[in-house]
């Protein structure tokens, strides 16, 4: 191709802004540690911006770039949060501690929030997930498939407390 229909300074430009981050079309609920959680996301980013914008003509602008994108990602996220504040249920809902045993009686206990809150490792896991969904709604002793990538697995609650 000639290099007459290259529009070098295009690319470039577009080289420097980063990718948008996507939002989940799934509603945004939160728990009320959730939306802290957000919240404090949301100063954070506004001060290390602030500190960038200090400097003025030394700001690096691909940080500069980064956090405005991100920024607007955590801002969009703040503004559709609906708040859930779990009650006592007999059922599995947002917020809630759920423990529950699979078919060789392994304990696992996890809350679900919302997907900003998630951390596996931490057990919060996002009501959207394949587990998530999986227990919202359920009681103690009900069984439910849990559709895992490495195959179904039955599992049984056991205890659903609040936080």
Do not use: C
């Amino acid at each position: 191709m000639s290099r007459a229909f290259v529009n070098e300074d295009n690319a470039a430009a577009q080289a420097d802004q980063p990718v948008e981050r996507q939002v989940s079309a799934q509603p945004n609920y939160v728990t009320p540690t959730g939306l802290a959680q957000l919240q404090a996301r949301v100063a954070e980013l506004q001060a290390l911006h602030g500190q960038q914008a200090t400097r003025g003509d030394l700001a690096d602008k691909q940080r500069v770039a980064d956090l405005e994108r991100d920024l607007r990602y955590f801002k969009q996220r703040l503004q559709s949060a609906q708040v859930v504040a779990p009650i006592s249920s007999d059922q599995v809902r947002i917020g809630h501690w759920v423990t529950f045993a699979d078919e060789h009686d392994h304990p696992q206990r996890v809350q679900l929030v919302g997907e900003d809150q998630a951390d596996a490792a931490s057990g919060l896991i996002n009501w959207g997930s394949p587990l998530g969904r999986a227990l919202l709604g359920t009681k103690v002793g009900d069984e439910v498939i849990w559709e895992r990538p490495l195959g179904k697995l039955a599992i049984e609650v056991i205890a659903i407390d609040l936080p």
